[in-house]
């Protein structure tokens, strides 16, 4: 069976914290809220709706912080095989064209050379 993408994610936070660096996930999404009515049926009505954003923005990576330089850290954890969104690619450009450390990893091996 696969590795779990969440499994992957846990020891990159590990490895990266052994190194200097502190990495926090970044959970992003979008969520309703309202006036909330529980429907006979189970279902549940949400009138005057809100959408609520969760995260930095629409394609931020897996896990952001700094390394033990200061510089910040921007890591887009995928399964072996795994590709970022057009979205995932392009906040990892900005991080990169702004100084910071951005990529795509998929596993914890590659961390010593991208974090120093």
Known sequence: MAELEADIMRRIMIRASELGARVFRNNTGQAWQGEVTQLANGDVLIRNPRP????LCKGSSDLIGWNKAGRFVAL???RPGG???PDQGLFISVVRGSGGIGSVVH????????LD
């Not at 609520?52 to 995260?55: A, D, E």
């Not at 596993?107 to 991208?114: E, K, Q, R, T």
């Open 83 to 85: 590709r970022p969104t």
């Open 52 to 55: 609520v954003r969760m995260g």
């Open 76 to 78: 887009e954890v995928k």
């Open 107 to 114: 596993s914890d091996s590659v961390l010593p050379d991208l």
